[in-house]
C-alpha cells in the first residue's frame, strides 16, 4: 500500500513538473509570435497549448530513452524515492528560474534532477554516463542550439535575398501569416520532445514499482494523455516575465526573423525527437533565435542578455542535481514509505504558493509586455 | 571516446534534416510571398504573362511548404 501511495505522488510531482515545463517553457515558444505581432498574447499561448497537447502523441522515441538509457532504477521502494527526489529537484530549479525570470531549461533540470537523485540513491553504477547522458543528452544538446543557430542564419538570409525588394507591407504580413504556421509547429514540436519526458519519468517509477517489467517498456495510454494535458495546461497559464526576457531582449526582430526562428526551432527539435534525443527545447529556441538576428546584424543581438541565458543554462544540469540529491536524502530521513514524499511534497506545495504570491505581487500585467517591431 | 558514444547516424540526420526543413520551408514561404505579392502587382499593371509566372512561383511555394509539413508529420507519426 506505502509504495502505491509513493507512486501516486510521483505520478501527481511528475505531472506537476510537466505543468511547470509548459508554463517555464512555452512562453520561449510564443515569445517571437508576440514580439512580432503576428498574435495576441492570449491567442499565441491558447493556440501553443493546444498545439503542445497535440505534439505529445507524436512519438515516443523520448520517453524511451529518458526511461531506458538514462538512468537505471531499481524496482523498489528507494528506486521509487530516487524518482521523487529527481522530480522535485527539477521542479525546485524550474521554480527558482521562473521566479528570477531566467530562460533555464527544463529538460535538463529533468535529467540533472534525476541524475543526481540516483546517483545519491544507487551511487554512480546506476548513471549510464557515456552512452546514455554524454551520447543522447548532453552532446545532442550541445549540437541542438548550434544547428538552430545555423539554420535560423542561413534561413533568414535566404529569406531576405528572396524578398529584399519587395515593398515591406505586404512581405510583414506574409511573414506573420507565416508565423501562425511556424509558430504552431514550434509549439508541437515542444510538446512532442518535453511532454515525452514526463511520460518518461512516469514510466520509470512504473518500472520502479514493478507495475512495468524492465525489459516490455511501453508508455500507457493514460499516461500520454495526462502527460499531454498537464503540459498543455501549463502552456495556458504561461509565463509572462520570461515572454519578455525571450520575445524583446535578446534582440528585437521583424516578422521575417520570427518566421525563420521558429521554423528553425521546430525542423531542430522535431528532427530529434524522431531519433529518441531529449533536447532542451529552451536551448533550441534561444539558438534559433540568436541566429535569425546574428545574420541580420551582429549587434542586433543583445549578447549580455544572451550570455546570461547561458550561464542560467551551464547552470541547470548541476544545480538540478544537487536539489534531486539533496531531495532524496531529506525523503529518506523519514524511511521508505509514503510519509518522505508527503512531507516533501507539501513543502513543494507551500513553496509554490509563496513564490507565486510574491511573483503575483512584482509581475507587470501581459498587456503591458513591451511588443516591438523591427530591428533597433 | 566520443566517437564511439555517439550515435553519429542519428545526429547527422537531425544535422541534414533540420538544414534541408529548416532552410527549404522556409524559402519556400518566401517564394510563395514573392510570387503571390508580384502576382498582383504585375496583374494591376497590366503583364498578365509575368502574373501567371509569379502566380506559379507563389503556388508551388505554397504546395512545398504544405507537403514538406504533412511529409514531416508523417514520417514522425509513421514509427
Given at each position: 500500500?506505502?509504495?502505491?501511495?509513493?507512486?501516486?505522488?510521483?505520478?501527481?510531482?511528475?505531472?506537476?513538473?510537466?505543468?511547470?515545463?509548459?508554463?517555464?517553457?512555452?512562453?520561449?515558444?510564443?515569445?517571437?509570435?508576440?514580439?512580432?505581432?503576428?498574435?495576441?498574447?492570449?491567442?499565441?499561448?491558447?493556440?501553443?497549448?493546444?498545439?503542445?497537447?497535440?505534439?505529445?502523441?507524436?512519438?515516443l522515441e523520448v520517453a524511451a530513452?529518458?526511461?531506458?538509457?538514462?538512468?537505471?532504477?531499481?524496482?523498489?521502494?528507494?528506486?521509487?524515492?530516487?524518482?521523487?527526489?529527481?522530480?522535485?529537484?527539477?521542479?525546485?530549479?524550474?521554480?527558482?528560474?521562473?521566479?528570477?525570470?531566467?530562460?533555464?531549461?527544463?529538460?535538463?533540470?529533468?535529467?540533472?534532477?534525476?541524475?543526481?537523485?540516483?546517483?545519491?540513491?544507487?551511487?554512480?553504477?546506476?548513471?549510464?554516463?557515456?552512452?546514455?547522458?554524454?551520447?543522447?543528452?548532453?552532446?545532442?544538446?550541445?549540437?541542438?542550439?548550434?544547428?538552430?543557430?545555423?539554420?535560423?542564419?542561413?534561413?533568414?538570409?535566404?529569406?531576405?535575398?528572396?524578398?529584399?525588394?519587395?515593398?515591406?507591407?505586404?512581405?510583414?504580413?506574409?511573414?506573420?501569416?507565416?508565423?501562425?504556421?511556424?509558430?504552431?509547429?514550434?509549439?508541437?514540436?515542444?510538446?512532442?520532445?518535453?511532454?515525452?519526458?514526463?511520460?518518461?519519468?512516469?514510466?520509470?517509477?512504473?518500472?520502479?514499482?514493478?507495475?512495468?517489467?524492465?525489459?516490455?517498456?511501453?508508455?500507457?495510454?493514460?499516461?500520454?494523455?495526462?502527460?499531454?494535458?498537464?503540459?498543455?495546461?501549463?502552456?495556458?497559464?504561461?509565463?509572462?516575465?520570461?515572454?519578455?526576457?525571450?520575445?524583446?531582449?535578446?534582440?528585437?526582430?521583424?516578422?521575417?526573423?520570427?518566421?525563420?526562428?521558429?521554423?528553425?526551432?521546430?525542423?531542430?527539435?522535431?528532427?530529434?525527437?524522431?531519433?529518441?534525443?531529449?533536447?532542451?527545447t529552451t536551448h533550441t529556441i534561444?539558438?534559433?533565435?540568436?541566429?535569425?538576428?546574428?545574420?541580420?546584424?551582429?549587434?542586433?543581438?543583445?549578447?549580455?542578455?544572451?550570455?546570461?541565458?547561458?550561464?542560467?543554462?551551464?547552470?541547470?544540469?548541476?544545480?538540478?542535481?544537487?536539489?534531486?540529491?539533496?531531495?532524496?536524502?531529506?525523503?529518506?530521513?523519514?524511511?521508505?514509505?509514503?510519509?518522505?514524499?508527503?512531507?516533501?511534497?507539501?513543502?513543494?506545495?507551500?513553496?509554490?504558493?509563496?513564490?507565486?504570491?510574491?511573483?503575483?505581487?512584482?509581475?507587470?500585467?501581459?498587456?503591458?509586455?513591451?511588443?516591438?517591431?523591427?530591428?533597433? | 571516446?566520443?566517437?564511439?558514444?555517439?550515435?553519429?547516424?542519428?545526429?547527422?540526420?537531425?544535422?541534414?534534416?533540420?538544414?534541408?526543413?529548416?532552410?527549404?520551408?522556409?524559402?519556400?514561404?518566401?517564394?510563395?510571398?514573392?510570387?503571390?505579392?508580384?502576382?498582383?502587382?504585375?496583374?494591376?499593371?497590366?503583364?498578365?504573362?509575368?502574373?501567371?509566372?509569379?502566380?506559379?512561383?507563389?503556388?508551388?511555394?505554397?504546395?512545398?511548404?504544405?507537403?514538406?509539413?504533412?511529409?514531416?508529420?508523417?514520417?514522425?507519426?509513421?514509427?
Amino acid at each position: 500500500m506505502g509504495s502505491e501511495i509513493i507512486v501516486v505522488i510521483v505520478v501527481a510531482t511528475a505531472l506537476t513538473f510537466d505543468f511547470t515545463n509548459g508554463f517555464h517553457d512555452t512562453a520561449n515558444v510564443v515569445a517571437t509570435s508576440i514580439s512580432t505581432r503576428a498574435m495576441p498574447p492570449k491567442v499565441a499561448v491558447g493556440y501553443a497549448s493546444i498545439l503542445n497537447f497535440a505534439g505529445a502523441f507524436v512519438s515516443l522515441e523520448v520517453a524511451a530513452t529518458v526511461a531506458n538509457d538514462v538512468v537505471e532504477i531499481q524496482a523498489n521502494s528507494i528506486g521509487l524515492l530516487a524518482v521523487f527526489g529527481g522530480l522535485v529537484g527539477a521542479i525546485a530549479w524550474n521554480l527558482i528560474t521562473w521566479y528570477f525570470g531566467l530562460p533555464s531549461s527544463s529538460s535538463h533540470a529533468l535529467i540533472g534532477g534525476m541524475v543526481g537523485a540516483v546517483f545519491v540513491a544507487e551511487g554512480p553504477d546506476a548513471i549510464f554516463f557515456q552512452d546514455g547522458i554524454l551520447g543522447k543528452v548532453m552532446i545532442p544538446a550541445l549540437v541542438a542550439p548550434l544547428l538552430a543557430f545555423v539554420v535560423a542564419g542561413l534561413a533568414i538570409l535566404v529569406l531576405y535575398r528572396i524578398v529584399g525588394r519587395m515593398r515591406p507591407g505586404p512581405v510583414t504580413s506574409g511573414f506573420r501569416v507565416g508565423q501562425v504556421i511556424s509558430g504552431g509547429l514550434l509549439a508541437l514540436a515542444h510538446g512532442t520532445n518535453d511532454a515525452q519526458k514526463t511520460m518518461g519519468v512516469i514510466t520509470l517509477a512504473l518500472v520502479a514499482n514493478g507495475t512495468i517489467a524492465a525489459d516490455n517498456f511501453h508508455v500507457p495510454d493514460w499516461v500520454v494523455v495526462s502527460a499531454a494535458t498537464a503540459i498543455a495546461l501549463g502552456t495556458y497559464v504561461g509565463g509572462w516575465r520570461i515572454i519578455k526576457t525571450m520575445g524583446s531582449r535578446i534582440h528585437k526582430m521583424d516578422a521575417a526573423q520570427g518566421f525563420a526562428a521558429q521554423g528553425a526551432g521546430a525542423t531542430v527539435i522535431l528532427a530529434a525527437s524522431h531519433v529518441g534525443f531529449p533536447l532542451s527545447t529552451t536551448h533550441t529556441i534561444s539558438g534559433a533565435v540568436i541566429g535569425s538576428g546574428a545574420a541580420k546584424r551582429l549587434s542586433a543581438v543583445r549578447w549580455g542578455v544572451a550570455g546570461n541565458i547561458v550561464v542560467a543554462w551551464v547552470l541547470t544540469l548541476p544545480a538540478a542535481a544537487v536539489i534531486g540529491g539533496f531531495t532524496f536524502l531529506v525523503t529518506r530521513v523519514f524511511g521508505t514509505g509514503a510519509a518522505g514524499p508527503i512531507i516533501v511534497s507539501t513543502g513543494i506545495v507551500i513553496g509554490t504558493v509563496f513564490l507565486f504570491i510574491r511573483r503575483a505581487q512584482q509581475a507587470a500585467p501581459p498587456s503591458a509586455v513591451p511588443l516591438t517591431e523591427g530591428s533597433s | 571516446m566520443i566517437a564511439t558514444i555517439v550515435d553519429w547516424d542519428a545526429l547527422l540526420q537531425v544535422i541534414w534534416v533540420s538544414l534541408a526543413a529548416g532552410v527549404g520551408v522556409t524559402a519556400a514561404w518566401g517564394f510563395a510571398l514573392l510570387g503571390s505579392t508580384r502576382a498582383i502587382e504585375v496583374g494591376r499593371a497590366g503583364r498578365a504573362a509575368e502574373a501567371v509566372l509569379y502566380v506559379v512561383i507563389g503556388v508551388a511555394g505554397l504546395a512545398t511548404v504544405i507537403a514538406a509539413i504533412v511529409f514531416g508529420i508523417v514520417i514522425l507519426t509513421g514509427d
